[in-house]
């Protein structure tokens, strides 16, 4: 099981560098050009990122966490202040939201503990 919390970042970058990939030729297809670049830009750093974590390196596991930290950050101050999501999600809001928050903060939480980062040095 702390193979899954030790790698669970990495992973996902490698998801969104699968999903930015296969968003490119769609994003073609409706007449874009600009738009797919930054998205293959974007792919490539993702799969970076996952594959240099999945090796091991460890300034690619604290730049990880910093930014799941800024993320959850960020979820956080949307709970209270974010206008348009509200207004898209509606009811759903909160649960989304907070679910989101929960999951993203046990992870870090994981990801720090069993790669035994310090995100202050």
Not at 20 to 35: R, T
Not at 63 to 88: T, W
């Amino acid at each position: 099981m702390n193979s899954l919390y030790r790698y669970s970042f990495d992973y996902i970058c490698l998801l969104l560098a699968a999903a930015h990939l296969c968003l490119v030729p769609w994003s073609f297809v409706q007449g874009h050009y600009v738009i797919p670049t930054f998205m293959m830009i974007s792919a490539l750093l993702f799969y970076h990122l996952g594959r240099a974590g999945l090796n091991g390196m460890l300034w690619v596991k604290k730049l990880l966490s910093c930014g799941v930290l800024v993320l959850c950050s960020h979820l956080l101050f949307a709970l209270f202040h974010a206008k348009m999501p509200r207004e898209l999600l509606q009811h759903w809001f909160y649960p989304v939201y907070l679910s989101l928050l929960l999951m993203l903060s046990f992870l870090l939480f994981k990801y720090i503990r069993v790669n035994r980062i310090s995100l202050l040095t």
